[in-house]
C-alpha cells in the first residue's frame, strides 16, 4: 500500500519472499496485503492497525500511529523475525534507500544539516517507536526477533507502534530571485518580467530604465533550490517484511541461514533448546 502526500508519504506493508517452494521445513515470509494458509497445521498471517488517511500531507514532527502484528492462526509454535526497509522518492528518483540491515542508522534519528537541502548522509528522519519488551534487535542481519515463540492460535506484540516525523526535517533550500520590468507609464500593464541572478544586475537594469526614462518595476522572492530539495514534495515508503518458519534447528538453518541456530535460541525464550 503507497499513500501519496504534498510533502512526504507513510507507506504500507509488502511482501518480499515467497514461501520456500520445495524445502522440508516450514518457512514464510508474510505482509499485511497477502495473508495466506500452508499445510501441516502452520497458518499464519500478518494484522495492520494504521489509518491510511493519517500519512496524506505529513508534516514535520507529526507521530503517526501504525501497528503491524504477526498472527499465528496454525495449530503449532513458530518463530517470527521482522525486518524494516524504507526509501524516500520524488517522481521517479529514489532520493535515499535504508534498511534495517545497517543497524543505528535505520534506528537513529539524525540529519547531517537540517538546512542544507542534501539527505544523502542523513541517518533516518523518521522516529520509529519500537517494542523493546518483547523483541530484540540483532545487530548482525538486522532483524528484530520475537523474544518467544509464537503460539498456536496467538498474536504476537506489535514491534511498531508509531512513526514520527523528524520535527526540523530538511524542507529544503531556499534561494533569492530577481525579476524586473520595464514600462513606458507608470501605470502601464506590467507584462514583459525579466529574470536576473544577482541583486547588483537588478540595479544595472534599473540604471539603464532610469537613464531611459522609464519605470522601473522590481519583484523579489524566494524559490526552492531545484539542486537543494531535501525532503520537500517527495514520498516515503516503509516495508515492513514479517518472518515465520518452524523452531527446529533444520528448518531455522534452511530458512534463515544467515544466523546461526544457537544464537536464535539465545535470541529466543533465552536459553531454553528449540527442537
Known amino acids: 500500500m503507497k499513500m501519496n502526500k504534498k510533502a512526504a508519504a507513510l507507506g504500507g506493508l509488502a511482501a518480499l519472499v515467497a514461501v520456500g517452494g520445495t524445502w522440508a521445513y516450514f518457512s514464510q515470509t508474510a505482509a499485511i496485503t497477502n495473508p495466506f494458509h500452508t499445510e501441516g497445521g502452520y497458518e499464519t498471517s500478518v494484522i495492520e492497525h494504521f489509518n491510511p488517511s493519517d500519512g496524506e500531507d505529513w508534516k514535520p514532527g507529526v507521530t503517526v500511529n501504525k501497528e503491524v502484528i504477526a498472527s499465528n492462526t496454525g495449530d503449532a509454535d513458530v518463530l517470527v523475525r521482522v525486518a524494516m526497509d524504507e526509501v524516500w522518492r520524488r517522481g521517479d528518483e529514489d532520493l535515499k534507500l535504508l534498511t534495517s540491515r545497517y543497524g543505528t542508522v535505520f534506528t537513529t534519528v ?153 544464537q536464535v535460541k539465545d535470541l529466543v525464550d533465552g536459553a531454553q533448546p528449540i527442537a
Not at 139 to 150: C, I, K, Q, S, V
Not at 195 to 215: D, H
Open 110 to 262: 539524525e540529519q547531517e544539516d537540517a538546512e542544507d537541502g542534501l539527505v544523502e548522509r542523513d541517518k533516518t528522519v523518521v522516529g520509529k517507536e519500537l517494542n523493546e519488551t518483547d523483541w530484540t534487535f540483532n545487530n548482525e542481519d538486522g532483524y528484530w526477533y520475537y523474544n518467544t515463540r509464537l503460539a498456536a492460535k496467538t498474536d504476537s506484540e506489535s514491534l511498531l507502534k508509531s512513526v514520527t516525523l523528524a520535527s526540523d526535517l530538511d524542507m529544503g533550500k531556499y534561494k533569492e530571485v530577481f525579476a524586473y520590468c520595464v514600462t513606458d507609464g507608470e501605470n502601464d500593464p506590467l507584462t514583459d518580467w525579466k529574470s536576473v541572478e544577482t541583486e547588483e544586475e537588478l540595479k544595472v537594469a534599473g540604471a539603464e530604465a532610469k537613464a531611459e526614462g522609464k519605470y522601473f518595476h522590481v519583484k523579489k522572492g524566494k524559490e526552492l533550490d531545484p539542486t537543494l530539495q531535501g525532503y520537500a514534495d517527495a514520498n516515503y515508503d516503509l516495508t515492513i517484511t514479517i518472518e515465520f518458519v518452524q523452531p527446529t534447528e533444520d528448518a531455522v538453518t534452511e530458512a534463515w541461514g544467515s544466523i546461526g541456530f544457537d
